[in-house]
């Protein structure tokens, strides 16, 4: 390591460290130690979002990630001791990465996997928590492969395919291709007005009279009340009143399926 | 940049290293990397070592450098690579630049 970056460096740790005195000061007033708490959130935060851009392209939203991250600095500050004499990044980046780790594992899964895939990854999962628990600390691979009786290979794919949840959207393009969008079929909005068509031809086929006559010449050939009146011979008033009867047939036994 | 944290990872794995570690050597591989090839010049070879001895990952990633005085690592980058990974060792000589580093199997982890 250079001079000049070893001699920043111990500045840098020394106004860090005179900070955490100043926190833990027990003769400052809660107003002091709240001002002091924010400047030392506000000197990390960049810390906090250069962990976050690591894991930027892992599909959860970075503003999410950035989140967390920083409830993670915060607890780093809040449950650091200085005392102990390692410098706070040693204890902070862990930490902070802790809490981004757990934001993963908790996040849903957005893509689609095999079920063998997706039972084999709650065999892991339960076996992960549970070693984790009775070990206090991470377990490594073998120990999961034992606890879950499954191969490790298979533990190795599981924990690569859990690092790959993120979607592609669907109209997204790459410079050669298509959108997939556009291969995809759709249903065809024509088959739904062939349904349409032929339930009103069984529906019409239900109206007494001059009604199937009368809404036919209304609403397929467009016609006014007083054109069918003329056509029919009946008067306009009665025309209207055999629509609205005819309307009401032909909802309740649309209704009615 | 995939290939070596994927590589570095499964080497990890095979060393019996814990979970929380294999993603420290994944992320420690992405913050080196980044560094080498952000002050390697154009068209140079870099170059990533992994070994696995012991219960030890140590890496080496170097590459050629033209001119003695390289521009320091962003200090992030270096504060999360001194954390995440031991014996954090930056050397610029001869024309090279080569950053070292190790992580070590748990001493609780039954070999």
Known sequence: ?257 | MAIARTVAAAMAARADLTLDQIEDVRLAMDEGLAYIIEVAPDESMVTCELCVADGVVSATLASTVTSPTVAEPNPFAWTVLTALVGDVDLRVDDGSIRLQWNVARDASVQA
Not at chain 1, 170 to 191: H, M, N, Q, R, W
């Open chain 1, 1 to 257: 390591m250079s001079q000049t970056r070893q001699s920043a460096d111990d500045q840098r740790l020394a106004a860090e460290r005179e900070l955490f005195e100043r926190l833990h000061d027990a003769d400052a007033s809660d107003a002091e130690r709240s001002a002091v708490r924010d400047e030392l959130i506000e000197t990390h935060m960049p810390l906090v979002h250069h962990l976050a851009r690591r894991y930027a392209d892992r599909g959860e939203p970075i503003e999410d990630v950035t989140q967390v991250a920083t409830i993670g600095l915060i607890q780093a500050i809040d449950k650091f001791d200085p005392e102990l004499g390692s410098a706070f990044s040693t204890y902070a980046v862990p930490t902070i990465l802790g809490a981004i780790r757990r934001h993963f594992r908790d996040a849903t899964w957005s893509v689609k996997v095999p079920r063998r895939v997706q039972e084999l990854r709650g065999k892991i999962d339960a076996a992960h928590d549970a070693l984790a628990q009775e070990l206090g600390r991470s377990p490594t691979v073998t120990e999961i492969a034992a606890r879950a009786d499954v191969d490790p290979a298979d533990v190795l794919d599981s924990l690569e395919l859990s690092r790959a949840r993120s979607t592609a959207p669907i109209d997204a393009t790459s410079d050669s291709e298509v959108p997939l969008a556009d291969t995809l079929g759709d249903l065809d909005a024509s088959l739904t007005n062939i349904e349409n068509a032929e339930t009103i031809k069984r529906l019409l086929a239900t109206l007494s009279e001059q009604e199937p006559t009368v809404v036919t010449l209304r609403f397929f050939d467009g016609r006014t009340q007083t054109q069918i009146a003329e056509r029919v011979g009946v008067s306009q008033m009665q025309v209207s009143r055999i629509l609205t009867r005819s309307l009401e047939k032909l909802r309740a036994g649309l209704a009615a399926g």
